[in-house]
């Protein structure tokens, strides 16, 4: 808007100026006038909008079941990914049943070795996984920053597990988590 608007500006005083020359003499017609440009450059952001679609792993009570799906984006000024819990309640649930998520952070890049549901990043092309957010970690409330990137595209995988007891109730577990991509 403010670009039209100067640009009518200029328009007029060059009318302005031109009517100015035949009514003025020589010498009286010659002015200075500082002009500002002002040009607006914001970030784009574009991409594969996290988890287009959700898995459901199956399996046995008393093992890990994992599920992933893949997360990008293209921002010419960089990016920051964050995850948090959609709402309030963290818990995976099933008819009335949960599954918590993990206590902690695990130790290792490897499987759960407790029992509960986290996620963790993989595979990162094009941009940073945050520190420890390579081992399973568990699902907050609040944005966490998991993943970073310059200028240009990145990718990465996002894995979820859950490791249940044996005598986890048989059901469909389930809860909805939040992804957000910002353009830096």
């Keep these: 808007m ?3 608007i100067t640009t009518k500006a200029i328009v007029t005083l060059g009318v302005i100026a031109g ?5 003025l003499p020589a010498t009286s017609y010659a002015a200075a006038e500082d002009v500002t440009v002002n040009f607006g450059v914001t970030s784009t952001l574009s991409g594969d ?3 287009a679609t959700s898995t459901t792993a ?3 009570a008393g093992t890990q079941l994992s599920s992933t799906c893949a997360i990008s984006g293209s ?8 995850i948090k819990d959609k709402d309030s309640t963290l818990n995976l649930v099933s008819s009335g049943n ?3 998520p993990i206590a902690a952070v695990e130790s290792t890049t490897g499987n759960l070795t407790q029992n509960g549901w986290g996620y963790k990043l993989s595979g990162a092309t094009g941009a940073t ?3 420890g957010y390579d081992k399973f970690n568990p699902i907050t409330a609040s944005n966490v920053t998991i993943l970073t990137a310059p200028a240009g595209s990145a990718t990465a995988t996002l894995n979820f597990a859950a490791k249940t007891a044996l005598s986890q109730a048989v059901g469909t577990y389930s809860d909805v988590v939040t992804v957000t991509v ?3």
Excluded: D
């Excluded at 921002?75 to 964050?82: I, P, V």
């Design 58 to 60: 199956t399996g046995a």
């Design 182 to 184: 910002t353009a830096s």
């Design 49 to 51: 909008m996290v988890c």
């Design 75 to 82: 921002s010419n000024n960089g990016m920051t990914f964050q």
């Design 2 to 4: 403010s670009t039209n």
């Design 98 to 100: 949960t599954i918590a």
């Design 129 to 131: 996984i945050a520190t």
């Design 19 to 23: 009517l100015g020359v035949s009514i």
